[in-house]
């Protein structure tokens, strides 16, 4: 039904910054929230940011200040700037969205940082 396409996890140092897209293809109408999840080795999957179609976000608090999630309606991708990394930020990370009853995720990228 929908398909999710993440890109631009790689190797950072701390301090330093990313810039994670999720592109979504596929029956793409009235999905009504976008959003990442991210889930180190050993720990549950949790909640990074989200951002629903009326533009409204909602940030964990490990990442308040620091990353900040966007969104292209035109373009069908969610984004999600990653600044000021801390090695406790390694994970992957995984592009979720919701779709009347359905929830769908990514494959998850990458993002490893170095200290």
């Known amino acids: 039904q929908v398909q999710l396409v993440e890109s631009g996890g790689g190797l950072v140092q701390a301090g330093g910054s990313l810039r994670l897209s999720c592109a979504a293809s596929?029956?793409?109408?009235?999905?009504?929230?976008m959003g990442w999840y991210r889930q180190a080795p050993g720990k549950k999957r949790e909640l990074v940011a989200v951002?629903?179609?009326?533009?409204?976000?909602n940030y964990a608090d490990s990442v308040k200040g620091r990353f900040t999630i966007s969104r292209d309606n035109a373009k069908n991708t969610v984004y999600l700037q990653v600044n000021s990394v801390k090695p406790e930020d390694t994970a992957v990370y995984y592009c979720?969205?919701?779709?009347?009853?359905?929830?769908?995720w990514g494959q998850g990228t990458q993002v490893t940082v170095s200290s």
């Open positions: 596929g029956i793409i109408s009235s999905i009504t929230v």
């Open positions: 951002i629903t179609s009326g533009g409204s976000t």
């Open positions: 979720y969205s919701r779709r009347l009853f359905n929830d769908y």
